[in-house]
């Protein structure tokens, strides 16, 4: 997999940002996991971080790490609310869903939004 990164570097045509861009959800990816990418970025941006990799995050990245709850509210909030899939795909609104936090203020935000949509929960 290295190689081929290499090797799409070296190849890389573009706006140099979004190459930055793809290393860097690369190596949050190997950190938070796959998952985490996935609450980040829309399917376009992931797809297209894919591509200029020339990898897939799944194949690179683990599904989640010790940070994937503990740092990331936006998974965190999804583990609570057992909906990973439609927080992903846009069917459940999570305010600051990107925001990274240590353990203490995402489970603040994790409380506060459970109670925020505690009626929509229960529907």
């Known amino acids: 997999q290295e190689q081929i990164i290499l090797k799409n570097i070296k190849e890389f045509r573009g706006v140099g940002t979004t190459l930055e861009s793809a290393l860097g959800a690369l190596i949050m990816g ?70 990274i936090e240590d353990q203490a203020e995402v489970e603040k935000h994790v409380a506060k939004h459970i109670a925020d949509n505690d009626g929509e929960v229960k529907k």
Not at 36 to 58: A, C, D, W
Request: hydrophobic share 35%; glycine share 10%.
């Open 30 to 99: 190997q950190y938070f996991g796959w998952r985490v990418l996935k609450i980040l970025h829309n399917p376009l941006t992931y797809r297209r971080y894919e591509k200029i990799l020339g990898l897939n995050f799944q194949d690179v990245c683990p599904e989640t790490t010790g940070y994937s709850e503990t740092k990331s509210v936006g998974y965190a909030i999804t583990q609570k609310l057992g909906s990973f899939w439609a927080v992903v795909m846009g069917k459940r609104k999570v305010v600051d869903k990107g925001l």
